[in-house]
C-alpha cells in the first residue's frame, strides 16, 4: 500500500521558516517525480513546486521563486520543502504528490499537513 506522509507543518510568523517532509513507502520513490501542492481556504489547490525523480531538476510557482526549496533524498524516499521568507498569504494546506515518470495511471497524494502564518 502507498502511503505518503507530510510533516513540519505550524504556526510561523511572517518572515520566518518551516521545513516539510513527506515519507513514502509501498512504492519505488526513485521512479517517481514529486510535487509539493497548497490549498488555502476557499481556493483550488495549486501546484507549488516540482522535482525530477533523479532530483536534479526542480519547478517553481512564481509565488514562491527565491524563498521555498524542494529537495528529495531517494536514499529515504523522502521529499522535502525549506520555506524561508514566509508570508500570510502562504498559509495553507500543504500535499504531497507523486506521479510516476512513464505510467500516468500511477499518481498519489499524501493527506496534508497545514501551515499557518501569522502574527
Known amino acids: 500500500q502507498v502511503q505518503l506522509v507530510e510533516s513540519g507543518g505550524g504556526l510561523v510568523q511572517p518572515g520566518g521558516s518551516l521545513r516539510l517532509s513527506c515519507a513514502t513507502s509501498g512504492l519505488t520513490f526513485s521512479n517517481y517525480a514529486m510535487s509539493w501542492y497548497r490549498q488555502a481556504p476557499g481556493k483550488e489547490r495549486d501546484r507549488v513546486a516540482t522535482?525530477?525523480?533523479?532530483?536534479?531538476?526542480?519547478n517553481y510557482a512564481n509565488s514562491v521563486k527565491g524563498r521555498f526549496t524542494i529537495s528529495r533524498d531517494n536514499a529515504k524516499n523522502s521529499l522535502y520543502l525549506q520555506m524561508n521568507s514566509l508570508k500570510p498569504e502562504d498559509t495553507a494546506v500543504y500535499y504531497c504528490?507523486?506521479?510516476?515518470?512513464?505510467?500516468?495511471?500511477?499518481?498519489?497524494w499524501g493527506k496534508g499537513t497545514l501551515v499557518t502564518v501569522s502574527s
Open positions: 504528490y507523486a506521479a510516476h515518470t512513464r505510467s500516468r495511471g500511477f499518481t498519489y
Open positions: 522535482i525530477n525523480n533523479a532530483g536534479d531538476i526542480t
